[in-house]
């Protein structure tokens, strides 16, 4: 258990209903990350967060997609009129934020998403 | 743009043996390199980081090399064990994000 928390851990849903995901990063951790990995790949970086600020998106994440992180402690990830295709493990990683060279990033447990 | 490529992509090895996975990355300027474990529909959990001044790290079975001339790391598990089976990832640090190989999913034979 690294301490970054997911709920839900599955989630199935039939196609174009929306999704929330929430994500609960290690309490002193500055930085939040949302990563998508699809059946035989590795993760892929989706968007993150410094404190409140959504830094960076991936051109993957469309507007479908929306990640808020209101208070810089938790985040949650939404959505929009699912497809099949967003069929994935959604992995949320936190952390400080300091110089890239010592900066690890802990990963959670993912949320299984299945869309029918 | 940095890739992260990992060699083979599966592996079935007889239980006790020792064994080698491969990763290779494009771009040599790499701040560390980082192994993760992930066992089937689970997250993913941190074997090894090796900071690009060193050449390897070790825990326990496992020891991780890296040549960053040459832009690889190998992860090489001592006497495999049944509970080994996963799949392992290699991945570097690219502006403040992480870029992850396809991984090698490991079947350790009992």
């Known amino acids: 258990d690294t301490g970054v928390s997911q709920d839900p851990r599955h989630k199935i849903t039939k196609r174009g209903q929306n999704v929330t995901f929430r994500c609960d990063p290690i309490?002193?951790?500055?930085?939040l990350y949302w990563y998508r990995q699809t059946l035989g790949q590795g993760p892929e970086f989706l968007t993150y967060?410094?404190?409140?600020?959504?830094?960076?998106k991936s051109r993957l994440l469309s507007d479908r997609f929306s990640a808020e992180r209101p208070k810089g402690s938790f985040s949650t990830l939404e959505i929009q009129r699912t497809e099949q295709g967003d069929s994935a493990m959604y992995l949320c990683?936190?952390?400080?934020?300091?110089?890239?060279?010592?900066?690890?990033?802990?990963f959670g447990p993912g949320t299984r998403l299945t869309v029918l | 743009k940095q890739e992260v490529t990992q060699i083979p992509a599966a592996l079935s090895v007889p239980e006790g043996e020792n064994l080698v996975l491969n990763c290779s990355f494009t771009d040599s300027a790499i701040y560390n390199l980082q192994w993760f474990r992930q066992d089937p529909g689970k997250g993913l959990t941190s074997l090894l980081l090796?900071?690009?001044?060193?050449r390897e790290q070790t825990s326990g079975r496992l020891n991780a090399s890296l040549d960053k001339s040459s832009g690889r790391s190998t992860l090489y598990i001592a006497a495999s064990q049944p509970g080994d089976s996963a799949t392992y990832l290699c991945a570097v640090p690219r502006d403040d994000k992480i870029i992850f190989g396809k991984g090698t999913r490991l079947h350790i034979l009992p």
């Open positions: 990683a936190s952390s400080f934020g300091g110089f890239p060279s010592t900066d690890t990033q802990y």
């Open positions: 090796i900071q690009s001044s060193q």
């Open positions: 309490s002193e951790h500055n930085r």
């Open positions: 967060f410094q404190n409140e600020a959504q830094l960076e």
